[in-house]
Nanobody, 121 residues
Framework: QVQLVESGGGLVQAGGSLKLSCVAS????????MSWYRQSPGKPREFVAT???????IYADSVKERFTISRDNYENAVYLQMNDLKPEDTAVYYC???????????????WGPGTQVTVSS
């Protein structure tokens, strides 16, 4: 009933930039927090950034000053602008949205399938 689809991943050299997008679709009533997580091989999934509906943002220390999260409430989209990328940023990046639907009328977390970001040194 709800789908999240990420895009924008790819291969980039260290110091480069990428912008990830995630669009939610389905019988959506409202989206509360929208977040990005990432997972590297052999490591647990980790928090990257989150943005509330009014626009309050929180970042992991490892990405502060380099990554910027934003959202478009009309398009049900969340973005992650990643600058000055480092090899340690290599991971699969996942979006997570807190969504209420016309069926449940309660907020649940939904995940996208992920998009690969690879940063070469």
């Amino acid at each position: 009933q709800v789908q999240l689809v990420e895009s924008g991943g790819g291969l980039v050299q260290a110091g480069g930039s990428l912008k990830l997008s995630c669009v939610a679709s389905g019988n959506i009533l409202n989206i509360n927090d929208m977040s990005w997580y990432r997972q590297s091989p052999g490591k647990p999934r980790e928090f990257v950034a989150t943005i509330s509906r009014p626009g309050r943002t929180i970042y992991a220390d490892s990405v502060k000053e380099r990554f910027t999260i934003s959202r478009d409430n009309y398009e049900n989209a969340v973005y992650l602008q990643m600058n000055d990328l480092k090899p340690e940023d290599t991971a699969v990046y996942y979006c997570q949205d807190s969504i209420s639907t016309s069926t449940t009328h309660t907020y649940q977390n939904y995940w996208g399938p992920g998009t690969q970001v690879t940063v070469s040194s």
